[in-house]
């Protein structure tokens, strides 16, 4: 018989092979089950999910759209009386946003894929209003989730153990730049949604290559150069990197002196991402030059784990001072990695996660 003093969680996902699953799913299936809770994660899609709800006392769904899987479990949550979250890690439930241009990953999609996604946006919304509560990664993000759904709890992404683990060891190796002297300023982009990001930062990074003659771009994944103008005559101090999977990524990273984060200003989609750009980089004691848009101010210290910057001469500005001062370089990344394994490791984020899941669960059904 399971204890009934033993709150049980039920992770349903419905993009088990993202990023975002490990983010969201796996890390705060861990931090509940470290602290007292029994949990478990299944696809979305799996045979015996509906099942499954029977034995839990609170459901989450991850990016959960609307129908067919999703009706399922919302009637069975229903029938046995228990929450059903919602969670989320982007602003996606906005049709009118999506249909005004402001997502990214739209403008190279054809028609029918874009149409797709803006339908699926409606799902989004449909299945936040269905829920009891939501979970999501950033306080913008919230009060966007609060116009649907009243009870939103923030919890921002977090790191784990395996991540500390691969960042330490990605960060005792040499860099490229000990054997020859080049300041590698690198981008990672794991999906095609962050051409109009990067284009903020273009200006002073093309100024930063005539500038200084030992500066280096690095593109690691999805990212056309050639498509940026001020950067093709360039094009021989960029390195292109593929793209690799979540469980690489540090050791990429560590490759980098200095980790770009931009986001693009005035936009509500971007203003609601989470900062895992300046976190990862962070990890592997590599510090960001960060727009200051969104939880980006809220991740960097300004000024001693990494440099803000509002417009392209606070890049040139901020990417100049890195470039040029190695130590300063060194202290920052330092700092960094010491400030996010504090407040986003696994001690911090799940305790994070504990108090939402024990309001959620004190709450009840709405």
Same mark, same amino acid.
């Given at each position: ?49 509906? #099942?499954?709800? %029977? =034995? *839990? $006392? @609170?459901?989450? /769904? ?6 067919? &899987?999703?009706?399922? +479990? ?51 919304? #449909?299945?936040? %209003? =269905? *829920? $009891? @509560?939501?979970? /999501? ?6 009060? &966007?989730?609060?116009? +649907? ?54 200006? %002073?990074? *093309? ?73 990862? *980089? ?85």
């Amino acid at each position: 018989m399971p204890d009934p003093a033993v709150p049980r969680v039920l992770f349903l996902s419905a993009a088990p092979t993202s990023a975002g699953h490990v983010y969201r799913v796996e890390h705060a299936a861990a931090g509940l089950a470290g602290r007292g809770f029994e949990t478990r994660v299944l696809p979305l899609d799996d045979p015996g999910a509906v #099942e499954t709800v %029977a =034995a *839990a $006392d @609170a459901v989450t /769904v991850f990016r959960g759209r609307w129908g067919g &899987a999703l009706e399922r +479990v919302h009637a069975a949550a229903r029938r046995r009386g228990v929450p059903l979250v919602i969670d989320t890690d982007d602003l996606l439930f906005d049709e009118a946003l999506l249909r005004r241009g402001a997502v990214a990953l739209l403008d190279r999609l054809p028609e029918e894929e874009r149409d797709g996604w803006i339908r699926a946006a409606a799902l989004h919304r #449909e299945a936040l %209003a =269905a *829920a $009891d @509560a939501a979970v /999501v990664t950033t306080p913008a993000l919230a009060a &966007a989730a609060r116009a +649907v759904v009243p009870r939103v709890h923030v919890v921002p992404n977090g790191v784990d153990g395996r991540m500390i683990a691969a960042a330490d060891a990605a960060r005792g190796a040499a860099k490229p730049s000990a054997a020859d002297g080049m300041v590698r300023v690198g981008f990672a982009s794991g999906t095609p949604t962050h051409h109009r990001d990067f284009a903020t930062a273009a200006p %002073a990074l *093309a100024a930063l290559l005539v500038r200084r003659a030992e500066a280096r771009l690095v593109i690691v994944g999805i990212l056309d150069v050639a498509d940026v103008a001020e950067l093709r005559p360039h094009m021989e101090r960029i390195e292109i990197r593929p793209r690799v999977p979540l469980h690489e990524l540090e050791t990429e990273l560590a490759r980098f002196d200095v980790n770009l984060a931009p986001l693009e200003a005035g936009n509500p989609f971007c203003e609601c991402k989470s900062a895992i750009r300046v976190t990862a *980089a962070a990890l592997v004691g590599v510090p960001s030059v960060a727009a200051a848009v969104g939880a980006l101010p809220e991740a960097v210290v300004d000024g001693r784990t990494g440099l803000l910057a509002a417009d392209a001469a606070g890049w040139l500005a901020a990417l100049e001072a890195l470039v040029a001062d190695p130590s300063r370089r060194a202290g920052m990344g330092e700092a960094a990695r010491r400030d996010v394994t504090a407040r986003f490791g696994p001690e911090a984020h799940g305790a994070a996660v504990e108090r939402a899941y024990r309001a959620i669960l004190a709450a009840g059904r709405r």
